[in-house]
């Protein structure tokens, strides 16, 4: 169905179609790499995954920021993106037993001033985060997180964005393949991603929007990922008229495609993740953002109808970036209808 595409892979953040800046010291990480042509970023893990996604567009920058969350585990790492997305910087993976070896390299290519955990202790331990300071000894490294899922992705809110941001986008929290579309989504527009469960806004979340004057909220996924009831919940705490508009698909896939249509019609990138699995999409979040790109989720093998008639339809695409390696997202899954 697609042109048949050589996929270049990102091999130490750099790769023949795609084009990255001569001297990367000099590259503000406000400013995102051109990627050009399909490349893949595929490490020998999860963890060397997002380092390389990091590499492909975020370059060490004098007060840059890195956010780091569990790779065990997705809800914490759903909200940490936008924030990081928000700060111009990129979103890190570690392990509870320890500082993989490969984010610990691009902590170091970064030089970062500033290292956010988020998460309670459960998914990233203290002794993380000593490792990180060990690492960084000039770096300010503090940890954000809640009680669980939902106030953590308040407490993330709270803290990287402004009181009176006034829109947010709102995801189910138990399952990620909505919610990390939405997260995209929020990192590109500057808001943050708040989780409820699909049939009960979250007291955490309630909270929040009584606390001050919030005016829309863009709600990921059909009925069955958050019920119209907690779309009328939010609603009530609202000030805008039309304050809830829902961005959904018959599934994962065109939800995906349905966040990328509305907000990124003619994008000159896309960033394209297994929806079968979460690690690679977690960190293709803030990627995604700084690009101004939409995440698009695919099955594995196949490029559904909806995603298919995204990619076709973009007259402006000249570059794709393809996070995982081919048993995650096949060589020529872009190349065959589902």
């Known amino acids: 169905m697609f042109t048949k595409r050589h996929i270049a892979r990102v091999a130490g953040g750099l790769a023949a179609a795609c084009v990255l800046s001569a001297a990367p010291t000099a590259q503000a990480v406000s400013t995102p790499f051109v990627y050009s042509g399909t490349v893949r970023a595929d490490g020998v893990d999860r963890y060397a995954t997002a380092a390389l996604v990091s590499r492909g567009s975020f370059a060490p920058s004098t007060g840059s920021t890195v956010f780091l969350a569990s790779g065990e585990s997705f809800a914490d790492a759903l909200a940490a993106g936008p924030a990081a997305a928000n700060l111009d910087g990129p979103l890190l993976l570690t392990a509870a037993s320890g500082l993989p070896t490969a984010t610990r390299a691009e902590l170091t290519r970064l030089k970062p001033a500033s290292v956010h955990v988020v998460g ?26 809640g009680a669980d899922r939902y106030a953590t992705a308040v ?11 006034a829109s947010f986008v709102l995801a189910r929290g138990d399952a990620f393949p909505d919610a990390v579309s939405g997260a995209a989504l929020a990192g590109w527009r500057g808001e943050p991603l708040l989780l409820t469960a699909p049939d009960r806004l979250p007291d955490a979340v309630t909270t929040w929007l009584s606390a001050s004057e919030r005016a829309r909220v863009t709600v990921i996924g059909s009925t069955d990922s958050v019920s119209a009831a907690v779309a009328a ?23 995906s495609a349905a966040v990328a249509r509305a907000v990124h019609a003619q994008s000159q990138v896309a960033v394209v ?28 093998d196949c490029t559904p109808a909806a995603t298919g008639a995204y990619l076709e339809g973009n007259a402006a695409l000249r570059g794709v970036l393809v996070v995982g390696d081919s048993s995650a997202v096949a060589d020529d899954a872009l190349e065959r209808a589902c």
């Open 120 to 145: 309670g202790t459960d998914r990233v331990p203290d002794a993380v985060l000593a490792a990180v300071r060990a690492l960084l000894p000039s770096a300010t490294v503090d940890r954000t997180a």
């Open 155 to 165: 407490a993330v809110a709270q803290k990287f964005f402004p009181a009176q941001q």
């Open 233 to 255: 919940r939010a609603d009530l705490f609202l000030s805008a008229p039309d304050a809830v508009t829902r961005l959904a698909g018959a599934d994962r896939y065109a939800t």
């Open 273 to 300: 993740a297994t929806g079968s699995t979460f690690p690679d999409a977690l960190a293709a979040v803030p990627a995604a953002a700084v690009n101004g790109a939409p995440l698009l989720l695919v099955p594995g």
